[in-house]
């Protein structure tokens, strides 16, 4: 969400339907032998929730009411920012399960470059707020460092990225290499991408300098994962239940018959 057009889209009505957009996805999968019939069946109500991807949602005004909905329906959520709206973060009635804050930078001059903020000159501030915030939150938080070559993962700045890993004290520090992919393809080349070696070389100088170890690492999504300890995220109970006429979302797109 990068408007305020949806600020106050009903939240139930915004779960039931992302819902119904996930059983649209999976519907090709019913039809295939090779599918676990118990496992689909299972997949019809999700059990997990990433609130992302579709701009920043602490522009959402009633994100506090979806959180508690999710958490009522039996379902973890997963809550990432950009960290440049930290009232929002501050006043949640109730906090996700985890919440990711996208730290792309070490430093304000890195961050105005690669990650060109709409709100005002102010934005890099407004992230050291939330730096300054998450110790305080009852919640799991991940620092994420997406690593681009070339910009923001020279040696210079990896002590500058553990000062900051240092005063949030997340759980999890999450090293990623940027992808060229989508709208980043219009001001990355592929050259920016990190091979994963590179990324491993950046965790383990990062990881003594916050008093953590690289935990796991994955080559194919080229990350590794920093911290003290895996501890499994709790599911919240669940009082409340999908209604059985739930159903699934409709077609978005109607092709023309031959």
Not at 141 to 169: F, S, W
Request: hydrophobic fraction near 40%; charged fraction near 25%.
């Amino acid at each position: 969400m990068d408007s305020l057009e949806l600020a106050d889209q009903d939240p139930l009505d915004m779960l039931y339907e992302s819902v119904r957009a996930q059983r649209r996805l999976l519907t090709g999968y019913g039809g295939n032998d090779k599918v676990n019939p118990v496992k689909f069946q299972e997949a019809q109500n999700p059990m997990h929730v990433a609130i992302s991807l579709n701009g920043e949602p602490t522009l959402y005004s009633r994100l506090g009411e979806y959180i508690e909905l999710c958490h009522k329906h039996g379902m973890t959520t997963m809550l990432v920012t950009n960290g440049t709206l930290p009232k929002a973060i501050e006043n949640l009635d109730t906090l996700p399960t985890q919440l990711y804050v996208s730290v792309d930078a070490p430093n304000k001059q890195v961050f105005n470059k690669i990650c060109k903020p709409k709100w005002g000159a102010a934005a890099w501030e407004k992230v050291e707020q939330t730096i300054d915030l998450l110790p305080s939150l009852d919640t799991r938080i991940v620092c994420r460092h997406t690593l681009v070559k070339g910009e923001n993962m020279a040696k210079e700045h990896i002590p500058q990225y553990a000062a900051i890993d240092n005063r949030a004290d997340p759980d999890f520090i999450e090293c990623k290499g940027y992808t060229f992919v989508g709208h980043s393809r219009e001001l990355m080349t592929i050259e920016n991408m990190p091979r994963h070696e590179e990324i491993l070389d950046f965790a383990g100088e990062l990881a003594p300098m916050v008093d953590r170890r690289i935990l796991d690492d994955s080559p194919p999504s080229r990350v590794a994962l920093v911290g003290r300890e895996i501890i499994p995220i709790p599911i919240p109970e669940q009082t409340m239940f999908f209604p059985d006429d739930l159903g699934i979302a409709k077609p978005i797109k109607h092709l023309p018959m031959a």
